[in-house]
């Protein structure tokens, strides 16, 4: 398991609208273009950029699903008590 990731997520309120921006992204649309438009988290001007953390900096669910994830990869939608995310991995060390 990493001991750090870098990654990126797009927020949003509803399991539904998680879905869709899935789907959406899963056809070929700009994760970084999607999370400026759709996401509810301040991180979203910035194309959803949430930088490098360790463990213990993000809620539980967010980090045990991005610990989880291998460089590249885009998860399905998580559930945190902020709302649901999409988290795509930029990059993993250690």
Known sequence: MPTKVNASHILVKTEQEA??????????????ELA?????????????????????????????????????QVSSPVKSQFGWHIIKVVDTWG
């Not at 869709?20 to 970084?32: N, Q, W």
Request: hydrophobic share 30%.
């Open 19 to 32: 879905t869709a921006i899935k789907s959406e992204l899963d056809s070929g649309k700009s994760f970084e």
């Open 36 to 72: 400026k438009a759709k996401s509810t988290c301040p991180s979203g001007k910035n194309g959803g950029s949430l930088g490098w953390f360790t463990h213990g900096q993000m809620v539980r669910e967010f980090e045990k699903a991005a610990f989880s994830m291998k460089k590249g």
